[in-house]
Each structure stands twice: as C-alpha cells, then as structure tokens.
C-alpha cells in the first residue's frame, strides 16, 4: 500500500467524512493514532512529543492514543469531553474524522459527530464481543442516518488472531441488527455493514495488512475508506435551495448592477441547471433560472454541495429563509412537524417553554405538542415521559408560529434536520429529525 | 453542458472545503448585524479574501476587514495587507497593540517580550469600540490540539472568554451565531482545512502573497535550536532581534510558514521560491506548522488552550 500523505498532483480527488464509535478501552485512540500515523500525517515534532510523554508515564512503546490526546481540562479529568475534529489525506481522498467519546452519558457527543458522517467505525473489543455500547453506537448511527457501518473487531492480538473468535463476534452482530431493524437502509435494501479484524496496537489491517491474519482475504481499513461512497452520491434527491443572502448592490457605481438580484445559498440536494422552472417557498412564486454563478464564474448547471448565486427570470421578493425547489416538486410549507428530538442541554426541556427551531437557513418559535415516547438507547425501549433530560431522545411533535419547508430526515438528511434553541441563553439545547 | 450522471460525482475535496467556507461566510451575513473579518495579510486570511469574493461579489463584503497589528509585524506584510484591502476597495481598520500599551491596558514585562497573547487585549477593545458581535477569522483545527474541539461558530462571553467545556453544540451545517449585546461569536471558516488544502487552494485560485512567504536570503541567528530573523526592521525604524553577545549573525536562505510577531515567529530553510515548490515542500515537510514556527506555542502542552480562553483567536 502506498503511504504517501499529501499528493500535491492529485486535484479531482473527493473527501469523505466519518465518524469512530468506541471508548477508550476499545481502543479508538490508539486506531485514530494509528491511521494517522501509517498514512504519514504525524509529523516528526509530534511523535518526539507522545514519545516523551509515553517515557515519562512509564511505557515501553509510543502510546499513539497518546495523538488523541485533547484539552488540560479533559487531562486533568481524565476524560474527554468534546468531539473532536481529526484529518488524513491518502492522495486520493481528504478524510475528516469525527472523534466522539463513547460513554452513555455522551450521547448528545455521538449524535453531534454522527450528524456529519457519512460512515461510522464501531469499535468491538475482540475479548469483549457485543456490549450494551455496540448496540448504542449502532441505533445512534442508525437513527442519525449513517448508511455505512464498519465493524472493528479490535485487539485481535489479544486473542490470538483466532478466526473463530472474529467470526462468531460477527454473527453475533448481524443478529442484533437484524433484531432491531438496523440492516435496513432507508430504501429498504441492505444496510452497507462490513466487518474487519483488526490490531490498532500493531497496525493489522488498518492501512497495513501484516501477516498476522492470513485467513482474512477482506479489504483492508484503508480500503474501504477509499471505496466508501461520499455523501449525497447514493440517492436520488430532490433540489432545494434554502436562501441564505439576497445580494442587491444597487448603490453600486456600475449602472448594470442595479438590477442585479442574486440569490445566494449552498444546494442542499439535488441539482439544478439554467432554464429550469423553479418555486420559491413558502409564497409559491414561480420562475426560470437565469444564469447560476460561483464568484465570476458563469455555470451552466450545479450540484449539491455547491454554494452559489441564483439569479432568476422574473423579479419576485424573496429573502433569507425562503426556499428555491423546482417547481411540482413535492414540498409544502407546514406548521406542525413530527420528529426525533436529542436533547443536549443540562437544563431539561421543559413542555411549557416556547423554543426557536432552525431549519436550514429560516428560524420559527415551537410550542411542544406531545411527547409519545423516548427511547432507551441501550435497548430502543420505549418509555413514556413528560419531559426530557440531556442524552434523551425522544418522538416529540411541535406546532410552529412560521411555516417550515420539509423533507422526512430519512428522505432526505439535510432538509430533514432542525436544531431546538433557548431564546434565553441562545444556546442550542436539542437536535431534531423529522420522522 | 455536463450530463446528468455525471452531476453524481462528489466534488473534489479544494471545490467541497471552498463551498462549505463561503456557506459558512454568507451564514455570518445572514445571523450577524455587525460582523468584521480579521486580516493580518497571512495565508490563511488571503483565502478567506479570495472566498469572500466568491461568498458576496457583486456585491461589496457585508463586514469591513480588521487588522490588530502587534508593532512587530514584517514590513512587506504590512505593505501588503493595505494594498490587497485598496485593490479589494473593502474598508481596513487597524488597531494597534501599541495604541493598548500607550493606554496602560497592555503592560510588558520585558521591552522586546512576544507581543502575540496581547492581542487579544487590542481585539476585546477594538470589539467593544465596534460593537461587532461576531469576529470571522482563519484558523484551522489542524493548527493545534486546543482548535481541533473548537467550533466553527465559537461563541465567547463578556470577557472575550472560550470555555472548552461549556461549547455550543454544532450539528449538521445548522451554525448558530446568536450572541446578547456584549457576547461575541468567532467564526472560523476554514476549520476544516488544513496547511496543504491552503497552499493547495492558493496555486488554484493563484492567489497573491508576500514576499516573506517565499524563499529570500535573511541575516538569521541560532537561538534555542531555532532560526530566528535578525536585524529586522519596524516600521517605527527600530531594529529588533539584535543578536546578544557571542551569536553569530550569518545569511540563509529561508522562508515563513507562518506570518506573526517577528521575536516568535521563525523561518525555515528552503528554497522553495514558487507556490508550487511550497506544495511539493508541504507534501514532504516532517515538522507540524505551528512546531516549526511558532515558539509561543512551545511553552507548555496547553499554552493555546490558555490564551484562547483569555480571549485569544
């Protein structure tokens, strides 16, 4: 396997994000150290670092947890207490890790690092097997719409490179999955779960194959990372275009500009090109599109992900918070919504309160309506309760003050997802999807 | 006219970082009444320019650009940072760390000390002068441990505080820039970037840059096991980084990965004279930015965690 880290030649390549699923004792540090470390992205002022480090808290080998390793206040605890951001390149792909503790009471954690994947690395202790956690970290990716789940059968050094060992922790997984519905993508088909044996603490089969598994004919970590579909790449979506700034430089010296009504946004999904007949939402008019434009740059058609400037055919008032779909496609402005709620304050939500919901670029006050369950995250039990306290997830409906342009977050993540804010404290207390 | 297949390729990774930097720029424009952009003339704010000008042209930016200069900053990036704000035709406000230690509210310990942690002094007056309630600058989470957990939208309090464990929890791209008067929010468009994508994105969109950036010959001296710039001189006609008794003052040829405070901020041997050599030294460098260049950082395991909370960038 080539090891090069950055290949300056290589332009067209993608990036994928992902997130690592497990606690320390799973071994994810030292497997995030030792991606980087094998794809050459620790450079050599770092390691003398960790290095000095692992000597002086007594160890014989570099403690690549060590890489990991996050703030003084999470040291002097002991703990970690954030997600955090981590990145490698391989030359052909730009990967963005979401690094998010494992514990239960860090829930809102993994649903904060899981709304950004696209993959989730779930860590198994090999002399472990299946724990209460596995399964947490599995719903969790699940519900927060992760369609590609690695499994990481780690520490198979411990017990031997055993073939069985690895094959019966397997079985052991799909048969949960399929328990609890988690095989199941959201079209229906086969959830993408693939399983890998590995040793983070000596490097077999992350980047690296080693000899020590020989029975193992699967690809390497590397590789399926490499392989791993990039988000949006896999489903037919539909275009929406939330507005986030109106750009009228009417004052502007050059005469031709005073006109100029551009529409600015990032494509949230789906595609667009000039000529198409779109509506703006939530007031319904329609219009052509003119010219679509990044910077100076004039573009005949673009995709999701891309920021750009809408200009359109016929002058209509549109502002921050509208939404530009292609007209007949199927969405309507609503003022009662249905969704998954995880609560990620320290103060409780309470039934009472009005919030403020962010949904794509547009804000609405939101009275809650009812809570009809949450859910245990260790069993997907359902339990009745009347409130929610931080790491909840719950199905909760709101009725809105302003209508919301949606899509179910099954359909569609990005259109799908709002998050809850206190209005007192501005802090972002829950996230939401829409069932 | 590309065909309908082909608009299931994801982008490239430079076109994905750039898109998600200039949402996160037109997010500030649309939450933020009185944001400002913070621009030293570095690397990394010259990107943030250029995606500024993707994020808001024809229009003007919808924030003017702020310098907080330190006094100790190189000549050529001085020159530089003024003539890119006059190209632009944007608005270029400069507060000055000496302007704070006139008022009595930076004092220094020793004369030629570092003068980068009181920057945040300059900055916290400068957004009180303001009023901004939201400051948008370039660091990167690669940079440092204490920035890999920071937020894109950080939000600071009164004091211009960062508490690390009491962070705004960030999901999907739904940024929340929401501050109360006197609270102030940072955003960080190119957190995910690290130094490659720069250099990378600099030889796309052929970005201009100072000289410094490039390799020259400089008088340096040994000092510590670092290479430290000697004899510069300030706009003021002071010379600083005089060599002290028994170091020898010789001539290397050297550029900046980094552009700061002249007494921490040194160069390194090469002779890459092009961006495109710079990307070939970056894919192949075995020292981290900051590890190279950045002397304030070497402190202690946590120095950047410290100044941050403070009210660092």
Known sequence: ?435 | MLNKNSLKQPLSHLDWLESEAIHILREVAGQCSNPVLLFSGGKDSLCILRLAEKAFRPGKFPFPLMHIDTGHNYQEVIDFRDQRAAELGERLIVRSVEDSMKRGTVVLKTPDEPRNKHQSVTLLEAIEEFAFDCCIGGARRDEEKARAKERIMSFRDEFGQWDPKNQRPELWNLYNARSHKGENIRAFPISNWTEMDVWQYIERENLQLPSIYFAHNRPIIMRGGAIFPANVPLANGEVINQPKAGEEVINMQVRFRTVGDITCTAPVISDADTVSKIVLETATTTITERGATRLDDQTSDASMEQRKKEGYF
């Open chain 1, 1 to 435: 396997m080539t090891q090069t880290t950055h290949n300056a030649r290589n332009q067209n390549d993608s990036l994928l994000r992902f997130m690592t699923c497990g606690s320390v004792d799973d071994g994810k540090s030292t497997l995030i150290g030792r991606l980087l470390f094998d794809t050459k992205t620790i450079l050599a002022d770092t390691l003398t670092q960790i290095t000095k480090t692992s000597k002086k808290r007594g160890m014989e080998a570099v403690d690549l947890s060590l890489l990991t390793d996050g703030l003084q206040a999470e040291r002097e605890q002991g703990i970690t207490i954030d997600v955090a951001y981590r990145y490698f390149s391989t030359g052909t792909r730009k990967y963005i890790i979401a690094d998010a503790p494992g514990h239960e009471q860090y829930t809102r954690n993994m649903v904060t690092a899981a709304s950004t994947a696209n993959l989730a690395i779930i860590l198994i202790d090999a002399r472990k097997g299946v724990l209460t956690q596995t399964r947490r970290h599995s719903y969790l990716a699940h519900l927060v719409g992760i369609q590609h789940i690695l499994v990481a059968v780690n520490k198979m050094d411990l017990m031997n490179y055993n073939e069985n060992t690895y094959n019966e922790i397997c079985a052991d997984y799909l048969t949960f999955a399929n328990e609890i519905g988690l095989a199941q993508s959201r079209s229906g088909a086969n959830k993408d779960i693939r399983f890998i044996p590995m040793s983070a603490l000596n490097g077999d089969m992350l980047v690296d194959r080693l000899e020590n598994m020989p029975w193992y004919k699967g690809e390497t970590l590397l590789e399926m990372l490499e392989k791993a579909p990039a988000a949006h790449t896999e489903q037919n979506e539909e275009f929406r275009f939330p507005v986030q700034f109106v750009c009228r430089p009417h004052a502007s010296a050059d005469a031709d500009l005073h006109d100029f009504r551009g529409f600015m946004g990032r494509i949230e999904s789906g595609d667009i090109a000039v000529g198409d007949s779109v509506t703006v939402l939530p007031n319904g008019y329609q219009s052509k599109v003119k010219a679509i434009q990044i910077g100076d740059a004039q573009l005949l058609n673009a995709q999701t992900e891309q920021s750009v400037t809408l200009l359109l055919e016929d002058e209509i008032d549109t502002s921050r918070g509208d939404m530009i779909v292609k007209t007949g496609s199927k969405i309507e402005p609503v003022k009662q919504i249905e969704a998954f709620v995880c609560w990620l304050s320290e103060t409780p939500m309470s039934p009472a309160r009005t919030y403020i919901i962010r949904h794509t670029t547009r804000e609405s006050k939101a009275k809650i309506g009812t809570i009809a369950y949450k859910v245990d995250v260790n069993t997907m039990q359902q339990q009745a309760t009347v409130d929610l306290k931080m790491n909840d997830i719950a199905r909760v409906s709101f009725k809105l003050a302003q209508p919301l342009m949606l899509d179910s977050y099954t359909q569609n993540r990005a259109i799908g997802a709002f998050i809850v804010i206190d209005e007192s404290t501005n802090n972002t207390v829950g996230a939401g999807m829409i069932v």
